[in-house]
């Protein structure tokens, strides 16, 4: 059983450029969310994907979009890029969207807007 | 929404010492408490959880506390190690699984 795998580790980007992060689930997993965690904070909730569909946003502006793909892959993309978006990125795979157990994190993607 | 504040936000031990860490929420529809260990450069990963009907859960050396009337709960660790040196996070979660972080704490256990 493959674990949450997200890609890339690292990523330097400039000011008002756009980004896409990549994550894949952890097998039998349909439920993605994606969390941004700021240095020396904990993770904030962006959005949520099941079967495809957004599920669930937290306070971040429209530039954050996302989407699923028929495999329960995920994309996080990012418009217009300010400085504090730089970030650690998570990712986090779950078999449904209320489960209470096998909510599993990726490593994140580290980025970093100059 | 939901604000979980997690104190205090650094604590160091001696080996062999207790930790805990303590976590206080707002939002009375949370139901689900898990803890979760941030090592440096890698995500979070549970460490143990609780759901709301119940008080106390424990795991080893590990133990989480519940009390619904105060909205608060702790992690307890025993017989701290080195390797438990690392970042904690308490969080709450709604049932759609929108998960509330706290702010984190680093333990530095000393050998």
């Known amino acids: 059983e493959t674990g949450v795998t997200q890609s890339p580790t690292h990523l330097i980007k400039t000011r008002g450029q756009q980004v896409t992060l990549r994550c894949s689930s952890q097998s039998g997993h349909n439920t993605v969310s994606w969390y941004q965690q700021a240095l020396g904070q904990g993770p904030q909730f962006i959005f949520q994907y099941y079967r495809e569909e957004e599920n669930g946003r937290g306070n971040f502006p429209p530039r954050f979009s996302g989407l699923q793909f028929p495999n329960y892959s995920s994309e996080l993309n990012v418009n217009a890029l300010e400085l504090d978006d730089s970030a650690l990125y998570l990712c986090?795979?779950?078999?449904?969207?209320?489960?209470?157990?096998?909510?599993?994190f990726g490593s994140g993607t580290r980025l970093t807007v100059v | 929404g939901e604000n979980v504040e997690q104190h205090p936000s650094t604590l160091s031990v001696q080996e062999g010492d207790s930790a805990v860490i303590k976590c206080t929420y707002s939002d009375s529809a949370s139901n689900y408490f898990p803890w979760y260990k941030q090592e440096l450069g890698k995500g979070p990963q549970l460490i143990i959880d609780?759901?709301?009907?119940?008080g106390e859960k424990k795991d080893q050396r590990i133990a989480v506390t519940l009390n619904k009337t105060a909205k608060h709960f702790s992690l307890h660790i025993t017989e701290t190690q080195p390797e438990d040196s690392a970042v904690y996070f308490c969080a709450a979660s709604s049932p759609l699984r929108k998960f509330y972080f706290g702010s984190g704490t680093k333990l530095n256990v000393k050998p």
């Open positions: 609780i759901r709301s009907n119940v």
């Open positions: 986090a795979s779950s078999s449904e969207p209320g489960a209470n157990y096998g909510y599993t």
